[in-house]
Nanobody, 121 residues
């Protein structure tokens, strides 16, 4: 079985920073793309950032220049550095990873349990 565990959420003032972590564990052969999504009350879950196995990244327009996603393949982990946070960044943040559990080319999508980020003065 595979698990994704997020950490690093919390309450921060506008303009502040947080760093989210996502650690994958279990039966893992390799991890392809990892991504962060967020879901605010009354809104649909949206893609915030994605990092491919080779390290290239994509960001939502609303976070470009403020958020940076990275990964540590040796630790099966992904990170989201969030700077210049705004109240509209308040949401539950979820980690997603496409994982190969064996050498066979089959990817499985896994989600973490979510971590709350609240930006408020």
């Amino acid at each position: 079985q595979v698990q994704l565990v997020e950490s690093g959420g919390g309450l921060v003032q506008p303009g502040g920073s947080l760093r989210l972590s996502c650690a994958a564990s279990g039966s893992i052969f390799s991890i392809n793309a990892m991504s962060w999504w967020r879901e605010a009350p009354g809104k649909e879950r949206e893609l915030v950032a994605r990092i491919r196995s080779g390290g290239s990244t994509d960001y939502a327009d609303s976070v470009k220049g403020r958020f940076t996603m990275s990964r540590d393949n040796a630790k099966n982990s992904g990170y989201l550095q969030m700077n210049s946070l705004k109240p509209e960044d308040t949401a539950v943040y979820y980690c997603n990873a496409n994982i190969r559990k064996t050498a066979a080319p089959n990817n499985y999508s896994y989600w973490g349990q979510g971590t709350q980020v609240t930006v408020s003065s």
